[in-house]
């Protein structure tokens, strides 16, 4: 074997391999079902319960869902179709703007991030099994407490979350195919449930119009606004990780009109009817109950029949757990591997994913809607925005759509450099997060709000757009004075 044949071996194993185009078969309406399922979860539901939990009216919601949506559907398709056209997973694609190994960087910061949402997942489909088995044996509310206040969790809860942990851990370990039946029951399952849901809400709240009617908090424009914007950028960030990593999916695209019309059919819509749904159920429990609930768990639990709720909510882990396996484990699997190709593989990726998924406290990350939006949604859009910027300036600026396709698997070729990464990348993504980071000491209270100008303490509300503009703008500025060759 010679040396360059060891080297690129080195930064390549299956996962990580170009797509060949005989093994390109995705066509638009595989890219709409995949964007339907990925909609179809509860912290979609959450997502618009948590707006009307803020202050919004039903229309005021959807319309910051809709928006949300098809503003982050334009680096979806930007970053879809490098992928598209050269069959290249996120790792690899990043290496041209990152360099080989300055590549690591945003994938690390990616998988983070699918870290945390694979935590929430699993804690949601804990709290499922939580609410089903306290039902039966209600003692489960006062068993001794055996963790740290610290930690934030009772003794049941937790229990139930380790149990699902443990059993997420278990499909990683039979490998993705096992989940392929799970995926068929979710995609079966919860828009049946959804609507069963929205048709106990609409009856029980004695029709569509007073649920409709009931009316924003906001008693005026500066109010909604100052909650608006926030809300939309949380919105973008709900899909920034999907944003960056698309060419995950679309590498396997049978052209680049399959993968934007899919993205365009299946994103937005889809999003907005779910989200419909749950701005509709989460409206009518301030009529039913007299109090807002924006956690469906927590609704479904008061349900009167215990097999009802049972079945509800082993049907919710199971839908959860073909979720949380296809949507946050597969991609974050493969950015672990891209660390180390010849050591890393897809069942040790998803074993790293799970432990800093436990370590990121999920139960926390949702404890209330202002923690979910403006917290966890809004802070880590601070840091994908900025590589959205640089991947999208670097391949349809610099390099007008034109890549080393064999380079990006080379260390020694024209992405290496200088030892492996790109300064002028990591300087521009800097520069995108710094203005974002005042606000965000504020937000988690790090800093009181008169220690920090007001001005610089709302850009935070931005932070998705202000990473993405700036790290952008700078990385062209740095570029323009060293254009690689084509």
């Known amino acids: 074997m010679t040396q360059a044949n060891h080297t690129k071996e080195v ?102 991030v699918a870290c945390g949402w694979f935590g929430i997942q699993a804690w949601i489909g804990g709290s499922a099994i939580y609410q089903m088995l306290r039902l039966w044996i209600p003692e489960v509310d006062q068993w001794p407490q055996i963790f740290p206040d610290a930690v934030g969790l009772q003794t049941g809860p937790a229990l139930c979350f380790f149990l699902f942990w443990l059993l997420n851990m278990y499909v990683v370990y039979l490998g993705v195919d096992s989940i392929r039946k799970l995926l068929l029951f979710k995609a079966i399952f919860l828009p049946i449930a959804a609507m069963a849901l929205s048709f106990w809400a609409i009856r029980a709240a004695n029709g569509l119009g007073p649920i409709l009617s009931q009316p924003s908090k906001f008693t005026d424009s500066a109010s909604f606004f100052s909650f608006f914007f926030p809300a939309l950028t949380g919105m973008v960030g709900y899909w920034a990780t999907l944003s960056l990593n698309i060419p995950d999916f679309t590498r396997y695209a049978k052209s680049q009109r399959a993968q934007v019309k899919g993205q365009v059919i299946g994103l937005p819509p889809s999003m907005t009817v ?130 080393d396709a064999e380079g990006l698997y080379d260390p020694a070729g024209r992405y290496r450099y200088s030892s492996g990464y790109n300064m002028y990348a990591i300087v521009a993504m800097i520069a995108g997060i710094v203005p974002n980071i005042p606000g965000f000491m504020v937000q988690v209270k790090w800093l009181d709000a008169g220690q920090v100008p007001g001005w610089i303490a709302g850009l935070y509300h931005y932070a998705w757009f202000v990473g993405f503009f700036v790290s952008g703008i700078v990385y062209i500025i740095l570029m323009r004075r060293n254009v690689p060759s084509k």
């Open 11 to 112: 930064l390549s194993n299956e996962d990580l391999a170009a797509v060949p185009a005989s093994g390109r078969t995705w066509n638009t309406w595989n890219y709409a079902a995949l964007w339907i399922s990925m909609s179809l979860c509860i912290p979609t539901y959450m997502l618009a319960s948590s707006l009307i939990e803020g202050g919004m009216n039903w229309w005021q919601s959807i319309l910051t869902i809709f928006l949300g949506n098809a503003i982050v559907l334009i680096p979806m398709i930007l970053n879809g179709h490098a992928g598209a056209k050269y069959g290249i997973p996120f790792p690899v694609f990043a290496r041209a703007s990152f360099g080989v190994k300055g590549a690591n960087i945003p994938a690390l910061l990616r998988a983070i």
């Open 274 to 403: 779910f989200a419909f749904i749950g701005v509709a159920v989460t409206s009518a429990t301030m009529i039913i109950y007299g109090e807002i609930i924006w956690d469906p768990l927590v609704l479904a639990s008061r349900f009167d029949s215990k097999m009802l709720v049972s079945l509800a909510m082993i049907a919710v882990a199971i839908s959860t757990l073909a979720t949380n396996i296809a949507a946050n484990i597969v991609s974050p699997a493969n950015d672990f591997a891209n660390l180390s190709p010849s050591r890393i593989d897809f069942r040790k990726g998803g074993y790293i994913t799970g432990i800093i998924g436990v370590l990121i406290f999920p139960w926390k990350l949702i404890a209330d809607p202002n923690g979910y939006i403006f917290t966890w949604l809004i802070a880590y859009s601070s840091l994908l925005g900025p590589i959205g910027g640089i991947m999208i300036a670097d391949y349809f600026v610099i390099r007008r759509k034109e890549l």
